[in-house]
Structure formats: structure tokens, C-alpha cells
């Protein structure tokens, strides 16, 4: 249910859900809404009292999330000036005109040239373009060293797919034996996609995430941890 609060004199509405737990729970989404959880008792005062109380924390935190999400648009805008990450090191980004669109690495730099420099689609598509090339690149290379490990168990070389996902970094079909990897893996540094890469081969051997699964990751890759910790900084 939608709701609606002051806090600190600014109103805010909030999603409020039942549910069966113990505590009020408050999350905030990256698009700044409000998500409230509540036992199924908990009087709707009470709920706005526990609100009142972390009003401040509450303020705090939708503007560090709202900051941090405007970074994250502007850094999709692909502006000259503007950062673009490549095996996690930040280049700067020139936006040059030119007759034909495409990208160059220079020293601590990266020379974007396109028809229209003042299309903002047109500049996210040649460096997702050129990211893609980088991604598909290193992710082949890195498939091939960490094969033998699995050729020794009669796992056969994957078919490898490279696409723009949503949500992860990378999949694995078993049944038909086919890796698909991040399109924009090459942003990370070589560490993280080398994890990504070694998670989805280790499905072969476990499909789900069970303790076998993290057993054999773990034998192949001890510090996988802080690799997949650094991949969602
Ligand atoms: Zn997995």
C-alpha cells in the first residue's frame, strides 16, 4: 500500500507491506522510493513513529542514493570530459567529430570519434560497441587458460555468448553447454572478469550454488571473495 509521511517537513510517500517479520524494516530503492515492512499487528502510527524517529537517517540516505544514481546517469552519457573505465582503470574521455565512429586507447585516455559528438546515443553506442570487442576478447582468452582444469574432467569447451544482461554478469547453460558473458565485462578489472569467468565454468560441475559448488571455486580461485566483491563496487 502507498502512503503518505512528512519527515523534517518534506512529503514523502512509502510503500507499506505486511509480512511476517519481527522489526519494522525500511529499504530504500535506487530510484528513491521507500519500502516499509511490517509485522501485521504494527499499527500504522507506530510504523510513522519508528519513521518520525529515523527521519534523519532516513533524509540522508536518499540523498546519498539520488547523488549517487545522478553519477551513474552521467557517467552514461559518455560526455567529453567524462570518465570510462577499462580493466578497471579510469580513462578520460575526449569526444572528438569525425567521419566514422569509433574508439581509441590512448595514454590514461580514450579517443572517441563520431559522426554527431552531440548524439548522446550514438556516443554510449560506439564505446559499448568498442567495450563489447575488449570484453569478448579477454573473456576468450581467459576461457582458454582456465580450461584445462576442467578439460581434466571431461567437461568439453563451451560455446561462449556475449550480450548486454540486466542483472548479472554472466550465465551458464549446462544442458547445453554454453557460457554467456557481460557485454561490458572489459569496465572491470582483469581480476573480477577472470572470477566471473571461473564461476560460470565451475556450473559445469555444479549447476547450483551449493556449498560443492563454492568447495570447487574455492580450490580453484582462494580469493574469490574479494574478487567478486571488488566486480559490484
Ligand atoms: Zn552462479
Known amino acids: 500500500m502507498l502512503r503518505e509521511i512528512v519527515l523534517n517537513g518534506r512529503k514523502l510517500t512509502y510503500e507499506l507491506t505486511r509480512k511476517q517479520v519481527k522489526n519494522i524494516n525500511l529499504r530504500l530503492h535506487t530510484d528513491c ?16 513513529r519508528f519513521m518520525q524517529e529515523n527521519a534523519d537517517r532516513i533524509l540522508d540516505a536518499m540523498e546519498k542514493v539520488g547523488k549517487r544514481e545522478a553519477l551513474r546517469q552521467q557517467k552514461e552519457l559518455f560526455e567529453d570530459g567524462g570518465t570510462v573505465f577499462y580493466l578497471g582503470a579510469p580513462y578520460r574521455l575526449r569526444v572528438f567529430e569525425g567521419t566514422r565512429n569509433e574508439v581509441r586507447l590512448g595514454s590514461g585516455e580514450l579517443l572517441l570519434t563520431v559522426k554527431d559528438p552531440s548524439d548522446p546515443i550514438l556516443r554510449k553506442k560506439t564505446v559499448e560497441k568498442w567495450l563489447s570487442a575488449r570484453s569478448k576478447e579477454q573473456i576468450t582468452e581467459l576461457c582458454h587458460s582456465i580450461y584445462p582444469y576442467f578439460q581434466a574432467r571431461g567437461i568439453p569447451f563451451p560455446l561462449l555468448r556475449f ?20 557485454n561490458r565485462l572489459a569496465e572491470k578489472p582483469v ?6 569467468v571461473a564461476h560460470e565454468f565451475t556450473h559445469f560441475l555444479h549447476a547450483d550454488h551449493s556449498k560443492r559448488f563454492y568447495g570447487e571455486l574455492e580450490k580453484m580461485m582462494p580469493d574469490w571473495k574479494i574478487r567478486k566483491k571488488l566486480l559490484n563496487e
Not at 163 to 182: D, E, P, Q, Y
Not at 191 to 196: F, G, N, P, R, S
Request: glycine fraction near 4%.
Open 163 to 182: 550480450r548486454f544482461m540486466k542483472s548479472r554478469w554472466g550465465s551458464c547453460n549446462t544442458a547445453k553447454g554454453i557460457l554467456t558473458f557481460h
Open 33 to 48: 522510493s521507500i519500502h516499509v515492512s511490517a509485522p501485521p499487528r504494527t499499527a500504522v502510527a507506530s510504523i510513522e
Open 191 to 196: 581480476e573480477c572478469i577472470a572470477y566471473v
